[in-house]
């Protein structure tokens, strides 16, 4: 099985626009107002770009 990247709610602040949305080059996170990111699976090619930037490790490839 694949690698997959999983938002974990619990360390989001949301309390802002998720910085890490502009580090996905493929456009697979998005954002609704200031809740938890969500990954579209279909897009998310798992290159780990945003998880290695998001500072409150909420976004984690595993």
């Known amino acids: 099985m ?3 990247l ?5 360390r989001c602040p949301k309390n802002h626009k ?6 996905c080059p493929v ?4 954002q609704v107002g ?3 990111p969500v ?3 279909d897009k998310c090619i798992k290159c ?6 998001c500072p409150k490790k909420a976004l984690v490839l595993a």
């Open 27 to 30: 456009g697979a996170i998005s």
């Open 48 to 53: 780990g770009k945003c998880s290695n930037f």
């Open 34 to 36: 200031f809740n938890a």
């Open 18 to 23: 998720c910085p890490a949305m502009a580090m």
């Open 39 to 41: 990954v579209n699976e």
């Open 6 to 10: 999983n938002v974990i709610v619990e």
């Open 2 to 4: 694949g690698k997959r």
